[in-house]
């Protein structure tokens, strides 16, 4: 029996990442009701964008140049990260941020375990891979499992201090080619990936979304703790597994601290921001 | 009989991808009757652009700092897209948008069989490859092909949301490299990879366009469809096929939502614009 | 008899393309008097640096964002390369124009068959490779050539509708290595190149200058064509090539359409100018 | 006994680099009164961040355009190199400063042998690698360590006067992969790097900074020294150990003078700022 | 006997390339009066920089958009590069100036050969490479070539109307590796690149400065020369030699026509500044 060579996915969260620089010198620039103004329909706005109904929004003060402020919104469809977006960039405080980058990717959940499960179960009733049937049958076994899953497909966002976000793909070299490897290699170096990962459960909080057509890279990764050292040891580890130390590429890193909404007054007085 | 080197392509529309930034606070502190007059002039124009004769535009409003706005022209010539890219930047509205990045290319069908084909058949008639008699018989019998792919070289523009967008190249690496591949093998990979294609061809339109010798990559890709999910799981599956998996190199994915032309003006008060 | 490493190159017009973004808004935003003093200078301008005894100039209308404008000048020296840049730079217009890049260059005849061919006189005549008198031999012989391709080294800028530029290098990667590779092989691969662009002879015209020791690539290619369609052609199949497939890197593709110093006016008033 | 993968680190100051460049022009247009005022308040902020309880701040002014001004700030947390980042980015000298890039890190003392050792130990007490037992084990041991080594987890920033910063990482080629490679060929490689350091222990002070999960590369090196070709010699000669030869790899690099915090106001007026 | 490693350099001046981009439109809507004022400044400051007890400075105007102005600083310290580009940044003119890159080097003779002799005779008397009395030995040697070579450390610089520079880096590939390459290999080498050089002795200067652990080269290359042609033919003959075609990385080239200090007015005022 020949194995697939496509790991299902499950997806939850639209997720949309921005980060802003503040354009200090003209925020203490501007006069005193107009930054008052500004500070509080934002916060009025934050706490309404983490309140929604439709999803979560956090935010976070960033370390370096790369970024004063990111926002982290998880949104039940693009149409509704759209919306989102459009509310940001007409926030009077919008005058005072520029964009430095942004991000938009979809919660993702990686079956290799269930996809190998599936192709042997699909098979051995004599469904044919990639025939309507075999793919009909294999869409309806996971939409069964995504409820099971859902809490984890559309999680609510960590209130952990430290925030980090970084994107990455699997490399694609002309010797080292995580897309030409086989199924089951790749499916036994993602669960030694996975081990390193539940080793640091209790002190990390992970969440990956995918996207593969929607941004640059192939996933986006935001790790959430309340000691940022956890990051760093992470990573580090994590660099020596197979998975990440031949197939690993990695982006730009993006390390900050997680805060309220209404802690965002705080943080344009120049004050660091409580959570 | 030794096969032929280049595969045939025929082209169709002339396109122009043009990606906007808009300058919010710009926007916003404008006059209230500036903006409304910037407005209507936009929304003219665009439903201009969209009726023209001479081809057709789309609008989407994208996701992410890489742009607020793409505009996609198909027009008959470059003369004619030079004539919308100087209509555009005269609107009242292009004092508000930045141009973040462009995609010039001409929508093309890649010709493997036909190609291999018309070679067996002229080098059965007696004429000599790279010959004037050859390159001359070889071009009338495409010219001949023209007409009954016309709607696919010079297609409508899909009335689907969302718009997924990105520039790709075939690589040419040190090992692996797609042009000193035999054609048939070549020929080979791109059935493998347009049977994917065809497997999601009822809830994904594709439009690929050729820029070899008018842009920085060799290919630009439009999908557009009703659920966004679409785009990341097909561009997810391709990539483990072998033309993807090693001889596919992407440029910045661009994800947005298209909308009618008379929608801009919701998305210019902030609103999400309607299809 | 070891062969010669380096062919020779005969140059000719020292070359500079410059690339401008025309800042529309600000441009509009000009009063009427400025804007048509403006146009007229440079038109004035244009239509002096055409019709110079010291080399000729070019203008094309790009299309996409990375410029509205190319430039091509050819003089006899840097000197006056740099006297016409100053006169550019001092234009009315240049107050709208923002450079978002150029060229600097020299046309060159890349002489592999003369080389090889000098090199057998020289060396029966027992002159020493790389010995005062061999080189002094070689130089005498290939001043001699100047006179007879003055025509391709000075040329005329072909008056054809489109126009394409694109800076490439040859490759000097860890396994493909053009610099590493034998002459004979490079003259072959040269031979091979140079039959390709001959069938397309009467379709476009081709100006190669070299920039080693003057830019960031080695050399750079302007094509000249009535149809646009051809430089797609050409540079495609040119790609299926050895010296393509195997060694040569590319740099950014411009595509325009040339057009007459007096139609700048139109240009500027937004109308598609004329040839 | 198998060798553990992952080698231990002990961490320190949490560290900041900020690179500015200075707009003189501003800066010289601004009023006498304002210039003093803002190199008054400049000063003090530099007093008082060097001589923070809770950490240590340099200056030094930076040669070439990539930065006027580097700031390298070592705190006890995340938390308080946010503040001091907050406090830079108010004073009023901050309108004339444009941040040109910024390095995010930890202090970082890799233990490849202690490692070893360690690890040796705890598989004799009959420990499974990777259990909690073990881990628990492993990080109790290492606490041990901390206050050994605290001076050089914490140390004060020497008072020499040229400074050199850059990031590094570790390759993750295809053949030549430093997460691949065995450890104790790594404790090996490192053992050698070290062993040209302390050859110029007494002519450069050198400072490692981790910033895997924090920044874009791996690590930072700060060198400290009184004459600058130091910096040039050590580099280079390390360049040809087989640790920086076959797996380093550098980003940017930025040398300077560092100066005393009231010497700013010499700089502040063009003139070279004493240490 | 085993071969040293690391080969020895002398170094002379400390060396600061900055390149400028005028902002034309900016400088030309000056007051006549205000002009004149920053045009006789700048003039005198060339030429104190120019005559200099501490060293020299070169002004070049650059061809294309990389750069109107190239200034080439030689000090004897580091220390008195800084105080020179504070001299130059708070000139009237540099209100009109933007940096657009700069380089940081030291003069720099590699001793391949002297490296090689030194350590035969060091190893002769019995003392042991890395040894302090090897290494103190060594530099004492070394120390008494340093007023032998005193002119090529710290030279003048050539009053020649054309000036070429560019940086560049010895490649560390995954398979082409210079610093992995034996002493020996790379020492034959640089003396197969060294006779290309002095074949052109008398068309071309050439400075080279080394720039490890000071900017993001290894080595800066000035190349000064009566007829441009001459940096094309060198450095296109160059990269056919063994360290250049798999060893050499090269960065951008800037090209311009040198000129004297008083020339700096003509060239403000448009026209081709003489030497």
Redesign the interface.
């Known amino acids: 029996m020949p194995h697939p060579?496509?790991p299902a996915?499950l997806?939850g969260w639209?997720v949309?990442h921005?980060?802003f620089r503040?354009d200090?010198?003209a925020w203490?620039?501007a006069a005193g009701d107009a930054r008052q103004a500004a500070a509080e329909e934002a916060v009025a706005c934050l706490q309404a964008l983490k309140a929604s109904n439709d999803g979560h929004t956090a935010a976070a003060?960033l370390?370096?140049?790369?970024g004063?402020l990111m926002l982290l919104h998880c949104r039940r469809s693009?149409?509704s990260?759209?919306?989102v977006?459009?509310?940001v960039?007409?926030l009077q405080l919008?005058?005072f941020l520029v964009?430095?980058?942004?991000?938009?990717s979809?919660v993702e959940l990686g079956m290799y375990e269930m996809t190998a499960k599936l192709h042997e179960q699909l098979t051995a009733r004599g469904l044919e891979p990639?025939s309507p049937e075999y793919?009909q049958a294999f869409a309806a076994e996971m939409a069964e499992q995504q409820p099971r899953v859902a809490s984890r497909l559309m999680p609510e966002l960590p209130r952990r201090r430290?925030v980090?976000f970084y994107p990455m793909s699997k490399?694609?070299?002309?010797?080292?080619?995580w897309?030409?490897t086989p199924f089951t290699r790749r499916a036994m170096m993602m669960r030694e990936h996975g081990a390193i990962g539940r080793?640091y459960a209790g002190q990390v909080v992970q969440i990956i979304s995918?996207?593969?057509?929607?941004?640059?890279w192939e996933w986006g990764v935001d790790?959430f703790a309340d000691d940022?050292?956890v990051?760093?040891?992470?990573?580090?580890?994590m660099?020596?597994d197979?998975a990440?130390?031949?197939y690993?590429e990695f982006g730009?890193?993006y390390?900050g601290?997680q805060f309220a909404p209404e802690e965002l007054s705080a943080?344009l007085d120049?004050?660091?921001p409580g959570l």
Not at 63 to 66: A, D, P
Not at 210 to 216: L, R, T
Not at 231 to 237: C, G, N, Q, S, W
């Open positions: 060579t496509v996915t997806e639209s949309l921005q980060m503040l200090w010198p203490l620039a003060a370390l370096g140049h790369k004063d693009l149409e990260l759209l919306e977006q459009l509310t960039a007409r919008a005058r964009a430095t980058t942004s991000y938009v979809v990639e793919d430290y980090c490399r694609r070299g002309e010797h080292k080619n897309y030409a080793r995918g996207s593969i057509g929607f941004d640059d790790l940022p050292l990051f760093k040891r992470l990573v580090y580890e660099r020596f197979e990440s130390a031949d690993g730009a890193f390390v601290l943080f120049g004050r660091v």
